[in-house]
């Protein structure tokens, strides 16, 4: 999960962030209409020089019907 969003906020941002390791998470399931499942990720990315602690939100879908 921690790759996918060190590449998404790249795509999204033009930056070029380098995955160094999950520093912590959590998730939580969204109960509704779609079952949502909702992660709040902390990772460490590189950027030229240095390694920075990044706090992502990722949104997933079930999509079993």
Same mark, same amino acid.
Request: charged share 30%; with cysteine; aromatic share 10%.
């Given at each position: 999960?921690?790759?996918? #969003? =060190? ?14 390791? $999950?520093?912590? $998470?959590?998730?939580?399931? =969204? ?15 590189? !950027?030229?020089? #240095?390694?920075?602690?990044?706090? #992502?939100?990722?949104?997933?879908? !079930?999509?079993?019907?």
């Amino acid at each position: 999960m921690g790759h996918f #969003a =060190v590449s998404e906020y790249n795509q999204r941002s033009k930056a070029l962030l380098t995955f160094e390791g $999950g520093v912590e $998470g959590e998730s939580q399931v =969204v109960e509704g209409m779609h079952q949502l499942f909702n992660y709040r990720l902390v990772v460490a990315a590189k !950027d030229k020089e #240095a390694t920075n602690d990044y706090e #992502a939100i990722v949104l997933e879908r !079930d999509c079993v019907r």
